[in-house]
């Protein structure tokens, strides 16, 4: 038996590769992104040109275009072949200055870097969830909370809420989601389980070559999901207070059951 979080070795890394497809396709999707997380941070007193790190941060979809906007960037994850596609991308982008790259695990961030951020940000339902219980989410949480100045913000960003997948599964049963994305298409099989809070999820990537679709192969990932209400109390376990809560990134309401988590919280 493998330890609880293999398979984020074997997602992001070994089979790394496929889900780089995904976050290459999403790039432009990112750089808007960026601009509602720039707005976002301002209002939240993170103002432009503020040293700021991105915790899980792929392939700089979102790091890279927020040095556009003008902030200081750490974008740390565990895949160095992410790392080097988001520098490749900074370098592409004219903001190389601004992005400094960190290969790592994330639970070991206030061993990779100095600190002094004025915020970190995890945007996309990453990290939190991913070892599999709540306590390997405190742990995550204060070594972050480690790493960011007094008053500091954590950003927590478009994160699943446990409400919204119950909602969307009508006696926990989901259906098949497919994704059409450029010359890639991407099939999805989750499965909830409502006794362990563990979304299940298993990603078959298909090249689109005319009217066929060549197999490119398959990979799965399973993380906890955390109600609003639980992933409040877990960041105040950690040092964390909610500021403030909402629905999108622009900054829509939050409403549990139809919309994802998006929390700014505060270091306590
Ligand atoms: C869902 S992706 C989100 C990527 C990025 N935030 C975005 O929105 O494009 C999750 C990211 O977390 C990274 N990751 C997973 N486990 C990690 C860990 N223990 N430490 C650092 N990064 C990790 C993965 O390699 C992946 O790039």
């Not at 899980?56 to 960037?73: F, H, N, T």
């Not at 070594?143 to 007094?150: E, F, L």
Request: aromatic fraction near 8%.
């Amino acid at each position: 038996m493998g330890s609880v979080d293999d398979w984020i070795t074997e997602f992001f890394i070994r089979k790394g590769r496929l889900f780089g497809r995904v976050l290459q396709a999403y790039r432009e999707r990112g750089v808007k992104e960026a601009h509602l997380i720039a707005m976002l941070l301002e209002k939240h007193g993170v103002p432009r040109g503020s040293r700021i790190i991105e915790l899980g941060c792929g392939s700089g979809r979102i790091s890279v275009p927020l040095a556009r906007e003008g902030y200081k960037v750490t974008c740390l994850d565990i895949s160095s072949e992410y790392v080097e596609e988001a520098l490749e991308y900074a370098q592409n982008m004219g903001v190389k200055e601004r992005v400094e790259g960190v290969v790592g695990d994330a639970w070991k961030v206030d061993e990779l870097v100095e600190g002094g951020y004025s915020a970190a940000l995890m945007v996309w339902t990453t990290l939190i969830g991913y070892k599999g219980s709540p306590e390997t989410d405190i742990e995550l949480l204060s070594r972050i909370r480690k790493i960011i100045v007094p008053g500091g913000k954590l950003f927590i960003l478009r994160h699943t809420d446990r409400d919204t997948i119950v909602a969307r599964n009508a006696q926990c049963r989901m259906d098949t989601i497919a994704s059409d994305l450029g010359d890639l298409f991407v099939i999805e099989k989750p499965r909830f389980d409502p006794v362990t809070s563990i979304l299940e999820n298993t990603w078959t990537y298909y090249k689109k070559k005319g009217d066929e679709l060549e197999f490119l192969g398959k990979q799965g990932f399973k993380i906890r999901i955390y109600t609003v209400t639980e992933l409040i109390d877990i960041a105040s376990k950690a040092g964390w207070k909610l500021e403030a809560l909402y629905g999108g990134l622009n900054q829509d309401p939050f409403i549990p059951g139809r919309t994802s988590i998006n929390a700014v919280l505060v270091a306590d």
